[in-house]
């Protein structure tokens, strides 16, 4: 590996850098991958919510790891525990609300961050990798999130596990043996709890490994941009620090003013009163509700109400509603366009849009109890999901006529700004 | 677009929070919303109203309703003394031991001691009360949707059921529960309890000021959490500014 720049004066400092360095490279891998590394100098705030994320991620690991100091995983004992958080451990109520709405901010981060990834077609040739490891990630999430809610033992953890865990008895055959076995028993219950415990700590930490990869797979080839062409030189881009070091501190400041006002003065604006209520099998809540950020999962899984094709509907349900997920990793290959950007695509650039519309009615969907319109809402919803990802993916790429695509960024970017650079004959991929 | 679309985003996403926060109260009017010194961003607990309201607590509540998750010694945050606590505390007997012949024994109560809910145990509860089990209340104004309008509601809400209403035995026309039928008599009337500081003991008095106390008693940091999300907010307007600042003056470079 590279050893410091001759630049450097031979400090005592520097000499130890550098015998550090040839033995294990890892001031050299900062200085490659946070300092040096070079960004498309067009990147726009979208391109923040990634820092955001791992951030967040970090916020939600050291609050988790302090929390699990003073929490009881036991089914008579864990409501009380958590209340003894909130009143008697010090900070504990702080601790707790960070923990609590961070994982909202965290969703609410990767969701925008997905976003951003499929208008601008961030998962294109070839960061292919790139993309299916940040669906890892997501699915990871969701299981870490459920398992976290049910930890809590309130009357929504409770029958949310309950529900959840029943899901899997739609498989043929050997549903009911996964069942027993996810419950530790015959019903949700202490063993349930516990191994619930014991995976939503294991599992933040496989989150981060694979966000290790994400970062590998970014470093590979770079960022994409809001122009969707790549970097072709020095003068297209921008070195990683201070640039983004210091477009990211800012970025997290507005994050965190909004996760502060959650935190301080709404924390329990998207907690259920439910959950305040201790677990108790014999009483069902009138609606159960998963946390906002499952809801479209939820939505999709309710809307199948009759059989098809010999499947039954809870099966179908259970298949749609992790479809909605898996889907996702055949992105690359559903969408048929050789242009990213959205911005360049007059067709797809509406249609981008409409599915997080779509997404956001299947929330409402899923909040809302299953009868008449919303049943109705719901269906159709599900229906434009994988319409979008089935059918108009692949077909506008393959007839929309995308806008000519500009030279280089460098280029675009000073016309942009309405500077000298004169605009240069179009180039069409 | 990148601007107004996040813009868009942002309040779709908050608007999907909004989806799944509200859930409908089945059967009921929504709750009237009232006045409480708690809200806000400096919102803080009106101490006098706490004591009141700990005292309706303890002269009508507490026949029927635990508060399992206080202590004794939290009600020092009420504005009572150290002593005052204990005098308090004194006043109720609560099982302690085994002592060195192996016997459990009764004591008078002390500040670092739960207090004690009025039944041994959820079938005590039951026996004496028709079969209804009163909710323990330390968590009752977040374990409801509506919060402490609601439970103000509720305790404001007893009416004579309207004509054609079929009534259950033993049970209580309320205005505000879901159902209409509670299994609560009306806990409150009028000149039920004397205020020490001579506050009107009228039903919505008492109503609010045990409403209040019910609210500390789920939510006792509030004061503290106010106070510190007013500084965090002040340091990160700060750092924000500053950090666009700089934000801007090294991108200047770029553009």
Partial sequence: MAVPPASIPASGFSRLIRWIDYRLPFVALLEHDLVEYPTPKNLTYWW?????????????????????????????????????????????????????NGASMFFLIVYIHLFRGLYYGSYKYPRELLWILGVVILLLMIATAFMGYVLPWGQMSYWAATVITNLFSAIPLVGNKIVTLLWGGFTVGNPTLNRFFSLHYLLPFVIVAVVGLHLVALHQHGSNNPLGIDMRGPQDSIPFH????????????????????????????????????????????????????????????????????????KLLGVLLSLGSLVILFFVPWLDTSRVRSARFRPVYRWVAWILPIDVIALGYVGSQPPAGFVVTLGQIATFYYYLHFLILMPLIGKLERPRPLPISIGTAVLEASGGLGAAGPAERH | MAKHALAILVVAALGLTFAGGARAQEEAPPVPHQQWPFEGVFGTYDRAALQRGFQVYKEVCSVCHPVKHLYYRDLEELGYSEDQVKGIAAQAQVTDGPNDQGEMFQRPARPSDPIPGPFPNDQAARVANNGALPPDLSLITKAREGGSDYVYAILTGFKDAPGGFKMNPNMYYDEYFAGHQIGMPPPLSPDQVKFADGSPSTVPQMAHDVVSFLSWAAEPTLDERHRMGFKVFLFLIVATGVFYAAKRKIWSRVH
């Fill in chain 1, 48 to 100: 923040n919510f990634g820092s955001l994320a791992g951030i967040f991620l970090v916020i939600m690991i050291v609050t988790g790891v302090v929390l699990a100091m003073h929490y009881t995983p036991h089914a008579d004992l864990a409501f009380d525990s958590v209340e003894r958080i909130m009143r008697d451990v010090n900070y504990g109520w702080l601790l707790r609300y960070i923990h609590m």
């Fill in chain 1, 242 to 313: 201070p640039y983004h070091t210091i477009k990211d501190s800012f970025g997290l400041c507005v994050a965190l003013l909004v996760f502060a006002f959650f935190v301080f003065y709404a924390p329990n604006f998207a907690a259920s009163a439910d959950n305040y209520i201790p677990a108790n099998p014999m009483v069902t809540p009138n609606h159960i509700v998963p946390e906002w950020y499952l809801l479209p999962y939820y939505a999709i899984l309710r809307s199948i109400t009759f059989d098809f094709l010999g499947i039954p509907s």
